[in-house]
């Protein structure tokens, strides 16, 4: 090739697109076990980051602090409904932009191995699938059901190929591909579905790419969960006894390299229970044991980030994960270095060589202080702003997904069939309201149903009196066999013994009018009720970054002291739930590249109970640190039962 040939080429391959590698090989070496790259004996020291939970601008800050940490390798959960929100529509830009991320991870020196789906469980609503799934009200999701395969593979079909020139033999960073997430723990045990999902991610990605799978490491997990033609890994925390969770794999593996694919480097949280942290001094004993194995590991997570939005998924019996997934990991919510992350890299350090340089700080945080905000609208009187569709009429409530509605809140309205002049039950009898409804008559706040928790509300009033009911969806089930989560009024209503019936029903697209700025300030028509409980209602204010102070904008957090229960946006992008009066999570992140110097930044908050303020002056708070542990009203006892691999921590 001619110098100038050569230059142009590079000249071409710096103007567009990937500049990916010279082709390589990645293989399983049954004789050595392990790894083999390029020929060489080859260990993976990994971390699990989820693009999905970081916004772009920070997407290489996060990677080359793990880098600097001592791994070779990251590990990446890539959620389906992230990406095909709508049937057939894909959305791979911007904070989704994931041939971006592999690309950085590439540049950086990070080999991936890439966790595809379809399912992913993940703390993400409906576990990656998406809720559209559920137009096929009886599909058995993860199984040979037509309907979902034919889904899967349309989704397949768009990312697999998307992902080929990524893999590691064709010069990208992508040395392993799991198929399906912990399928052992399922209870559908379809080989069929896993033997498809086999070929078809063979016939889009070719032979030579390792596939794998991933289970709880005890044999009852892989009796469906290892799979012929997939290399068998498990998944375990510290305290686990690795020796005998390595025996598990072997079991099913007999040769191969061990591998951990989940070490917990801390735990998920719920609304209602305490915050989860583990030691570093745990995390760094059961690390320094797998290294001296010399087994791959993959830390779950390296740094959680954040479930921006409605994204976040629950538990079952129904317990909802929050904003923050901080996750207790070695790199905070934030990004920010922590002792954890000093202790796994010493350790690292006996077994490999550290990269040599600076690790790029913690970013700052600013304190922006206290924006006042004012009271802008109650819900149900912007229902024409925020239900751009209009009413839906029924005799009988329908779902979310009967109403084209995936996440957020829609309103379901009725009116008093009889009169009620003394305390009347209004009741979900098959506990069908998902997930906790604000239930008002003629106006007033009268009570809130919850999920498995309140399932009976009084009113009273005259017959032909207004009920509002705003349902809330808190995220969908993402682990276990409930993850069909319908949400909305899924089962009938009662008022006494009767069935409540001719339902208007309003889908919300709240953050459309959010961003668009749609909700003015209107004239308090009440006098200040008393705190009790008052209408679901928005408030605004804004604040300006200070003049003169280098390098701002800079992260932060918000802080809604006394505020209840909501949503909040920050121009127009929806930071997530607050509920403080529950807890564990006190504060949101806010990542700077949502604030801007050139505008004030608008604060819109939609509180569902009671703001603190309804007979004075309203605010948030902007601090520099964020408070993750604060259990306000626990639910410890029905922790407990939430989760098997809770005991393993
Ligand atoms: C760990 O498991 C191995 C293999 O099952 C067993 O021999 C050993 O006693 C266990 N160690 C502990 C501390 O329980
Ligand atoms: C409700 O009570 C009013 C009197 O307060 C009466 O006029 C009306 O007929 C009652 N309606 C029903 C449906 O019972
Ligand atoms: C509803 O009112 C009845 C009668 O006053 C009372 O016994 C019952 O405890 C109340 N139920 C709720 C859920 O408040
Ligand atoms: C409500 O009850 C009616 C009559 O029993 C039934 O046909 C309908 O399916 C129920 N609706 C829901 C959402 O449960
Ligand atoms: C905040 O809202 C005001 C009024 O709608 C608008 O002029 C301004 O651009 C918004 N700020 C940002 C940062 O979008
Ligand atoms: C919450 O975490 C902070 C910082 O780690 C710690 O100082 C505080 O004691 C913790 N509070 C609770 C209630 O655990």
């Known amino acids: 090739m001619s110098l100038l040939r050569f230059g142009s080429m590079l000249l071409l391959l710096l103007l567009f697109g990937h500049s990916l590698g010279a082709p390589g090989s990645f293989s399983l070496d049954y004789q050595k076990d392990c790894f083999r790259k390029d020929g060489e004996e080859f260990r993976y020291i990994s971390g699990s980051i989820h693009y999905s939970r970081i916004p772009r601008v920070y997407w290489k800050d996060r990677l080359l602090k793990m880098y600097m940490a001592g791994l070779n390798a990251i590990q990446v959960y890539i959620p389906w409904s992230y990406h095909e929100e709508f049937p057939d529509r894909y959305d791979f830009s911007g904070d989704r932009d994931l041939e971006h991320f592999l690309q950085l991870a590439q540049d950086i020196g990070l080999v991936v191995i890439l966790r595809a789906g379809p399912y992913i469980c993940a703390e993400w609503d409906m576990g990656g699938l998406p809720a559209w799934l559920l137009k096929k009200k009886d599909i058995v999701l993860r199984t040979s059901d037509p309907v979902y395969l034919k889904a899967v593979d349309r989704w397949m079909g768009k990312l697999l190929p998307m992902m080929k020139p990524f893999l590691y033999q064709n010069g990208g960073p992508i040395i392993t591909v799991q198929v399906e997430n912990e399928y052992g723990s399922y209870f559908a045990c379809d080989f069929n579905y896993m033997y498809h999902l086999t070929q078809l991610f063979r016939s889009h ?14 044999l009852s997990y892989l009796k469906c969960g290892a799979i012929k033609g997939l290399y068998t890994t498990v998944d375990f925390g510290p305290g686990e006894n690795v020796t005998a969770a390595f025996d598990a794999q072997r079991h099913a593996e007999p040769h191969g390299p061990l591998v951990n694919s989940e070490l917990y480097t801390g735990w998920l949280d719920h609304w209602g229970s305490r915050h989860s942290v583990m030691s570093s001094a745990r995390v760094a004993k059961s690390l320094n044991e797998i290294l001296a194995l010399g087994a791959n590991v993959n830390m779950y997570m390296f740094i959680g980030g954040t479930t921006f939005g409605y994204w976040n998924g629950a538990n079952d019996p129904y317990a909802s994960q929050p904003t923050s997934y901080d996750f207790d990991a070695p790199l905070t919510e934030a990004g920010d270095l922590t002792e954890k992350y000093f202790a796994i890299r010493e350790v690292i350090k006996m077994y490999h060589k550290i990269p040599a340089g600076p690790i790029p700080p913690t970013t ?55 009169n009620c002049s003394t305390p009347t039950p209004l009741s979900s009898p098959l ?19 919850e999920r498995n928790k309140v399932i009976t509300v009084n009113v009273t009033g005259k017959a032909g009196s207004q009920v509002d009911i705003l349902v809330e969806n808190m995220g969908r089930i993402n682990y276990g066999k409930n993850i069909n989560d319908f949400k909305g009024l899924v089962s009938n209503l009662t008022l006494g013994k009767d069935t409540l019936t001719g339902w208007t029903m309003y889908s919300l697209n709240i953050d459309e009018a959010v961003s668009q700025g749609l909700l003015g300030e209107t004239k308090p028509k009440d006098p200040p009720k008393p705190p009790a409980l008052s209408l679901p209602t928005f408030y605004g204010g804004s604040f300006i970054i200070p003049a003169g102070i280098p390098d701002l904008p800079q992260d932060t957090y918000i802080k809604l002291p006394k505020w209840r229960k909501g949503q909040v946006w920050i121009n127009g992008f929806n930071l997530g739930r607050y509920w403080p009066a529950r807890g564990p999570q006190v504060t949101l992140f806010v990542p700077a590249n949502i604030l801007s110097t050139a505008a004030p930044n608008n604060v819109t908050v939609l509180e569902l109970e009671e703001a603190p303020c309804s007979s004075g002056p309203c605010s948030v708070e902007f601090t520099a640190t964020p408070i993750l542990n604060a259990t306000v009203q626990s639910d410890c006892k029905q922790q407990r039962r939430l989760f098997i691999r809770d005991d393993l921590l």
Not at 367 to 380: C, D, E, I, P, R
């Open 431 to 449: 506990n069908g309201v998902h997930d906790r409804a604000y239930v008002s008559v003629d106006g007033v706040a009268v009570g809130i149903l």
């Open 205 to 218: 990605l070719g032979e030579e790419v390792v596939l794998f799978t991933t289970d709880g490491p005890t």
């Open 364 to 418: 700052p945080k600013y304190a922006y202080g206290t924006v006042g905000l004012k009271k802008l609208q109650v819900l149900s009187d912007a229902l024409e702003i925020l239900s751009l569709s209009g009413p839906i009429k029924s005799k009988y409530p329908q779902t979310f997904i009967e109403l084209n509605q995936a996440f957020g809140y829609v309103l379901y309205r009725t009116s008093l069939p009889v």
